[in-house]
């Protein structure tokens, strides 16, 4: 039987390698996009991609993006969840209004996904790829860091409810990864720094400095998209798939240490590291 996924942001980064993997390997993807300019280009990479116009904070579009899938296949044996930002600033001064920004995109938007999907996944997988960051440790990243926690811990009750239904739900965990989200989110936060007072750009100047230098090094330090997307293919391929998986050395150690430390130690450690690196710049 044919096999078919569903894929959430898939016009870069991570999405769009997993998107080609998937389709190399014999599988028809639907790969979501939210711009029409981005749906020829993704349709032009393998005759097996099929663009989908899908916002995940749009319930609407959600439900257009189901019907068109229904009409264009009885199954899916697997959603693969890839959209989402990073919301990054001291948390003293960041609105809440960029805080529930977070939220909708990575936390409810994917949530909103899966249940209008999953009744099309019978004996099948959900993957979400999470973060290191969900380990909670990393300053001044807290509702990205939240944002990727909260999903985790809504879609492993979810995985405690099926009924009758043979279906994984698999957490990615990767670390730093070379794609174009790090330039995005760049500017993101850039465009909204307006909304700091001079107290607290001043306050936080090196930290600002900081974050900007260091996303930029990850526009080109880290591990590959394919090394993630070979990883859920691995996983979605898999009949006894682990519950989570991380992707890079730096995933593994973060993931390792945040579980076996004190939360006390974690705390000074994370500071004492921040500080130093801080200092650099």
């Not at 279906?167 to 790090?182: A, D, V």
């Not at 076996?260 to 921040?274: F, H, S, V, Y």
Request: proline fraction near 3%; charge should be positive; hydrophobic fraction near 40%.
């Amino acid at each position: 039987m044919e096999k078919t996924v569903l894929i959430t942001g898939a016009s870069s980064g991570i999405g769009k390698e997993t998107a080609m993997l998937f389709a190399n390997n014999g599988y028809k993807v639907f790969a979501c996009i939210r711009k029409k300019s981005d749906k020829n280009t993704i349709e032009k990479i393998h005759k097996n991609i099929k663009g989908v116009y899908l916002d995940v904070t749009n319930t609407s579009g959600i439900d257009k993006a189901f019907w068109y899938v229904m009409k264009n296949t009885s199954k899916l044996d697997a959603i693969i969840n890839c959209a989402g930002i990073a919301v990054a600033g001291p948390m003293e001064a960041l609105s809440v209004k960029r805080i529930k920004e977070q939220f909708e995109i990575n936390t409810f938007g994917t949530i909103s996904v899966i249940q209008k999907f999953l009744p099309m996944v019978y004996d099948g997988k959900i993957i979400y790829i999470s973060s290191m960051a969900s380990s909670g440790i990393f300053p001044f990243l807290a509702p990205y860091c939240a944002s990727k926690r909260a999903t985790d811990i809504m879609l492993n009750s979810l995985s405690n409810e099926f009924k009758n239904k043979n279906i994984k739900i698999i957490s990615i965990k990767p670390g730093c990864i070379i794609t174009p989200f790090w330039n995005k989110s760049i500017k993101s936060n850039l465009d909204n720094a307006n909304e700091y007072s001079e107290r607290i750009m001043q306050k936080y100047k090196k930290e600002f400095q900081f974050l900007k230098k260091n996303a930029e090094k990850n526009n080109y330090q880290g591990s590959r998209p394919i090394d993630v997307a070979t990883t859920i293919l691995k996983a979605v391929e898999s009949n006894n798939p682990k519950l989570s998986y991380t992707v890079g050395k730096d995933a593994f150690w973060v993931m390792l240490i945040s579980k076996i430390c004190p939360q006390n130690l974690l705390n000074t450690i994370t500071k004492t590291i921040m500080k130093k690196r801080i200092e650099k710049y």
